[in-house]
């Protein structure tokens, strides 16, 4: 028995090295097999509850008390989580004139260390209802459980796990504001592509730290929701390809290739773009592009975009592959 064994091993080391074409090849291809690290646990119900208690404070639209009281609860969890707390408060010009009193929260891990990662997600959500199917819900602010608060709270998910154990590189989380003040379908007058974003856009022109650079980013943006798919979104693919293929290789190894699926998903002006184009920072979008009910999903910029919509597995799935890529940069 204990010979047979230890021939078809044998048999097996030969047969890897013909296969891979050298002796040289095959080591080291089992080298980088063996020197992937293991990324700690995500708790997908630890992030629901920081999903839900963002939601519990209300719609988070800017210039509102209940979007005053979510900053303050999103700083504050930050910095029990260890991170060093940038506030970055900024005054914003919305696409129908109105000044948005903007706060971009951003929570530094290891920030000595010059090799850095940035994670980011929107923690602002839309004033209107505006692609709900009832007309007369169009001005009615959403509760965002998706479009907002489920990257912000994956993203503190993975801020409690680098504070219990630090990944090589230093990471800043940064969550946005002002992302979700796009001018509305029911707006007639001239607007632009550009009123979305405005947090991130303020940011990348003024970064918390001066000549800031990070070797990639990740935005988390609606993932949370149940059956979701991830696409490669096409900015993602024009500035970080290589980002893309890392995060979408990981996820299939790990078992999630039915949530990461392997084609394009059509490109999407969201705060990433915005990261490439002005911080210059290669960065792709985690965001669901073509759901089985079209698009964000159904419940995408209508009142029911609620707790309801928020699947723990979905959650899951997007922690536990960026947590596995960050671990593993060196
Ligand atoms: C547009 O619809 C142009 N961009 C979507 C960005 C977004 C809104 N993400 C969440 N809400
Ligand atoms: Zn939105």
């Known amino acids: 028995m204990k010979s047979y064994y230890m021939f078809s091993l044998m048999s097996l080391v030969v047969f890897t090295t013909i296969s891979c074409g050298s002796n040289k090849k095959s080591s080291e291809k089992t080298e980088s097999i063996e020197q992937q690290v293991k990324a700690p646990e995500f708790d997908a119900d630890s992030a629901y509850q920081y999903v839900k208690a963002q939601v519990d404070f209300g719609p988070r639209v800017p210039n509102t008390s209940e979007h005053v009281a979510c900053g303050n609860y999103l700083a ?12 970055q408060y900024a005054d914003l010009i919305g696409y129908d004139g109105k000044i948005l009193k903007a706060r971009n929260i951003i929570g530094s891990y290891n920030p000595e260390n010059k090799k850095r990662i940035l994670l980011f997600a929107h923690w602002d959500t839309r004033p209107w209802a505006d692609n709900d199917p009832d007309e007369k819900n169009y001005h009615t602010p959403i509760l965002g459980a998706n479009d907002g608060a489920s990257g912000v709270g994956a993203l503190l998910e993975i801020a ?3 504070n219990q154990k630090q990944p090589e590189l230093g990471v800043d989380i940064i969550f946005f504001d002002a992302e979700d003040y796009g001018a509305p379908e029911f707006y007639e007058g001239k607007h632009k592509e550009e009123y979305w974003c405005l947090g991130t856009q303020y940011w990348a022109k003024n970064p918390h730290v001066q000549g800031y650079n990070a070797r990639f980013g990740i935005l988390f943006d609606m993932v949370g929701g149940k059956n979701a798919t991830f696409y490669k979104e096409s900015y993602s693919n024009k500035y970080a390809k290589n980002v893309v293929q890392k995060v979408w290789e990981k996820a299939n190894s790990l078992g999630y290739g039915n949530y990461f699926i392997d084609e394009d998903g059509g490109g999407v002006t969201d705060d990433h773009l915005f990261v490439n184009t002005i911080a210059r920072i290669p960065s792709i979008d985690i965001v669901p592009t073509d759901q089985k009910d079209g698009g ?15 699947d723990k597995a979905t959650l899951k799935a997007v922690g536990q592959t960026v947590l596995e890529v960050i671990y593993n940069e060196k």
């Open 160 to 162: 409690r796990l680098i």
């Open 76 to 87: 504050k969890k930050l910095a029990d989580f260890g991170a060093t707390v940038t506030n």
């Open 296 to 310: 964000f999903g159904y419940f995408w910029h209508t009142v029911n975009d609620t707790m309801d919509v928020i």
